[in-house]
């Protein structure tokens, strides 16, 4: 359940169903996968840019996903409705009526009367962890069907959300997400731990690739431009100001995040090993550098989104 009453931060997971691979390498048909982690990535980015919801951690594992989202229906409240109509159309089509609109065709007072109605759900849909998360699931599962020639259901469940209702559950999640695939073996330390956030928001030349480069095998495609919403920046702020970011600093959130992956735990194969220098030592930057490049990242390196989307459905 989603209550904005309660708190805006939710961690949500999607697994795909049986042995069904998302990503990594099946040792049992021999097949990799790995390609897949760019599709959950780019959407993921895509989507956040065009819905009211922030990112502020995910990893892409073999055979599931993490992401710490915080619900912003601000953002959508104060966007015209043709902005919505754009927003809403680089995913799907729309009705005819709208589609008339938008190609400059005048319409009657009545028919303008239905096109604000649509646009109101389009509102309140921009706004839903629900809509977001069928908008990223559902294109990678028929994609991934594609790829695999097969169909039937590629996702175990819709997807799993918890509230985090806390800053100290905010904090330990995102910290759980970006340890992930630490905990997992599949790296040694976390800035090395690639499709993550904390790869991410370290790497400064970060750039999304293409999410869907083939377009015979994706159906009809079109274009979209934007410039792609960062992730939810770090904060540092007194606790009696109001936060529009994630209310911790950077550095310090590092620091947590590397001696977590330390702790040896007995159910997971991997941790970050011991006798490594702390994470800010090994990143080898100055600190001149890192106040550069966590406070002006986004105007350094400034990323436009000119790319095909698949379109969803015609609703």
């Not at 502020?56 to 919505?84: F, R, T, W």
């Not at 649509?118 to 977001?132: D, E, G, Q, T, Y």
């Amino acid at each position: 359940m989603i209550s904005l009453a309660d708190t805006p931060y939710y961690h949500v997971t999607s697994r795909c169903v049986r042995r069904a691979f998302l990503c990594g390498v099946d040792h049992y048909s021999g097949k990799n996968y790995e390609h897949r982690r760019q599709w959950v990535v780019d959407r993921i980015r895509l989507l956040s840019s065009l819905f009211a919801i922030d990112v502020c951690a995910y990893a892409v594992m073999n055979n599931h996903y993490h992401l710490v989202l915080k619900l912003c229906p601000g953002q959508i409240e104060e966007l015209s409705d043709d902005d919505v109509m754009d927003r809403w159309c680089a995913m799907f089509k729309g009705p005819l009526l709208v589609q008339r609109l938008r190609e400059g065709e005048e319409l009657k007072p009545v028919e303008r009367t239905t096109v604000s109605d649509i646009v109101n759900v389009w509102r309140k849909k921009l706004a839903s962890i629900s809509w977001f998360m069928r908008c990223l699931n559902q294109p990678i599962a028929r994609q991934a069907n594609l790829e695999d020639e097969c169909t039937g259901k590629f996702w175990e469940s819709r997807f799993t959300s918890q509230a985090l209702k806390s800053e100290e559950a905010l904090l330990s999640c995102m910290a759980y997400v970006d340890l992930n695939p630490v905990r997992a073996g599949i790296t040694d330390r976390p800035e090395a731990s690639s499709h993550t956030s904390i790869r991410e928001r370290l790497n400064a030349e970060f750039i999304l690739q293409q999410a869907i480069d083939d377009q015979s095998q994706c159906g009809d495609l079109l274009d979209f431009k934007t410039t792609l919403k960062p992730l939810l920046p770090f904060e540092n702020r007194s606790v009696n100001e109001a936060h529009t970011g994630i209310p911790f600093n950077f550095e310090e959130y590092l620091t947590l995040v590397d001696w977590t992956g330390r702790i040896i735990r007995s159910d997971k194969r991997g941790y970050v090993d011991i006798t490594l220098p702390p994470i800010l030592a090994r990143l080898q930057i100055t600190p001149e550098q890192w106040r550069i490049n966590t406070t002006q990242f986004e105007t350094i390196h400034p990323r436009r989104f000119n790319r095909q989307i698949q379109q969803l459905d015609t609703g």
